[in-house]
């Protein structure tokens, strides 16, 4: 055997062990998802009643994925399952969970069910019924409630049937009884993540860095970019994910430009640019990283040009992502370099100030350059102001884009990108199928915005000594 093969082979095993090794994604504990539910209770106003829903299996075909802010509040990875809280009844009282009822002769075709049994000893409800039930009990305690506060999990049909039992109660009420969708209120609570979520948030981080330095050798002439996207989702799996944080981009050459290209049918042209968008889901969070190099893993002058506008945009960004700024602030640094470094290679042509405020940046620069990250890729949460009270009136509440300041707890990507597609305008042909995105992970911590993901490299340099190397 030739000693390189032999090599080849010890690391495998040791990559393989080393997944063997890996423990399987976590459950947090009963308490965790108890604080957080005692955290809602504690925001609703006396008398109110919240209704939860998980939503319905949607693909019996794929694996169940739980609705993420169902998941939030409760870590129940069943289907089918409702929760109702009640914050004014005793405690040992407020949480109920109605989940489907134990069928072995089902439960032998599609997956054992978690039961009242288990959803009591194991998911912590103070009482559990089985989910038929909850038409009945709903009826009888929204006798004592006078305000229902609704979650539906994307539900019509359960919306509607919640609704209008309700509404029963309303039309026969002197004084209004109003409904409030608790989606939002929800959200802004998964805006600023718990030590659990920040683990999780981690581990799915450092996961999906060894994803990208799996994919990197494979950028080479001739392969594929499906071969990267496999080994990019084999990493992510081997190491415990349920599935890849979204569907992963590994666009080369002419789809390096779209932005959310994910067919990775094609094969990888020599010296052609690569935007490699993938990340892992750990224990139901999500990462979202992103590499861009020429296949070969040499960068060509115009390929070298671009790039380093983008990575100074990015760097710009990060300057300005301290606790406290807004996030519309990170998003201008990154068009302020992205206009000058275009307008100094003659890609883009006018007045700086025009063309900022017709934005017409966006040619090259399409996208935002943030996105909150957690048990979503696109996490929930506002990105007006990041605390709306509960029963805060409509008037005053502010509009204005981006105002959101950056506090401790909350996870974002600074992800600036310059595509420039064949047939650009006004554009000489040598840029031409240049897309390059450089994007990152970051926590805002009491003191500073620590980046999750800045360990894979960036620098130029760096990544050709990386891909050389291989
Ligand atoms: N991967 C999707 C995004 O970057 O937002
Ligand atoms: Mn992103
Ligand atoms: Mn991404």
Redesign the pocket.
């Given at each position: 055997m030739h000693p390189r093969s032999l090599l080849l082979g010890l690391l495998c095993l040791f990559n393989l062990s080393a997944s063997l090794a890996a423990a399987p994604s976590p459950e947090p504990g009963t308490e965790v998802y108890a604080a957080r539910r005692a955290k809602l209770m504690a925001m609703l106003p006396k008398g109110a009643m919240a209704v939860l829903n998980a939503g319905p299996e949607i693909d019996s075909n794929s694996i169940y994925r739980p609705d993420s802010s169902f998941w939030y509040l409760t870590g129940m990875p069943e289907a089918q399952t409702v929760a109702l809280l009640l914050p004014d009844v005793p405690v040992g009282q407020r949480y109920t969970l109605f989940t489907q009822a134990k069928n072995w002769e089902k439960e032998q075709w599609t997956g054992y069910r978690i039961g009242q049994t288990q959803a009591k000893t194991r998911y912590g409800a103070d009482i559990a019924l089985v989910n038929d039930e909850f038409s009945k009990q709903m009826l009888e305690h929204m006798r004592d409630a006078s305000s229902l506060w609704l979650y539906d999990g994307g539900d019509a049909k359960f919306r509607e049937q919640v609704l209008a039992n309700w509404n029963k109660r309303a039309s026969n009420s002197i004084t209004s009884l109003p409904v409030y969708n608790l989606a939002p209120t929800i959200a802004e609570m998964r805006l600023i993540k718990d030590p659990t979520e920040i683990a999780l948030l981690r581990h799915a981080v450092d996961l999906s860095l060894k994803a990208h330095y799996a994919a990197l050798p494979l950028a080479q002439a001739g392969a594929g970019e499906w071969g990267m996207r496999a080994a990019m989702i084999g990493t992510c799996l081997a190491g415990a994910s349920a599935r890849m944080a979204?569907s992963p981009?590994v666009g080369s050459g002419v789809n390096s430009v779209v932005l959310?290209y994910d067919a990775a049918n094609q094969v990888l042209q020599p010296g052609a640019m690569i935007v490699n968008?993938t990340a892992c889901e750990y224990g139901m969070y999500a990462a979202?990283v992103?590499r861009s190099y020429p296949v070969g893993g040499k960068f060509s002058a115009e390929q070298k040009a671009i790039y380093d506008i983008v990575l100074a945009a990015q760097n710009a960004g990060y300057a300005k992502a301290v606790p406290g700024a807004r996030m519309h602030e990170i998003f201008d640094a990154t068009v302020d370099v992205i206009v000058d470094g275009l307008l100094k290679l003659g890609i883009l042509k006018g007045n700086k100030a025009e063309i900022i405020a017709e934005r017409r940046y966006r040619s090259f620069y399409p996208h935002g350059s943030s996105?909150w990250i957690g048990l979503d890729?696109?996490d929930a949460g506002s990105y007006e102001v990041a605390r709306v009270p509960v029963d805060a009136a409509p008037h005053l509440r502010n509009y204005a884009p981006a105002q959101a300041q950056l506090r401790a707890g909350m996870a974002f990507?600074i992800?600036p990108g310059i595509y420039i597609p064949a047939d650009a305008k006004d554009v000489d042909p040598k840029w031409w199928n240049i897309g390059i995105r450089i994007?990152d992970d970051y926590l805002v911590n009491a003191k500073n915005v620590e980046c999750l993901s800045c360990s894979l490299p960036r620098a130029i340099p760096e990544l050709e000594r990386l891909m050389r190397k291989h």
């Open positions: 979204y981009i959310h968008d979202d992103t996105h890729v696109h990507t992800e994007e």
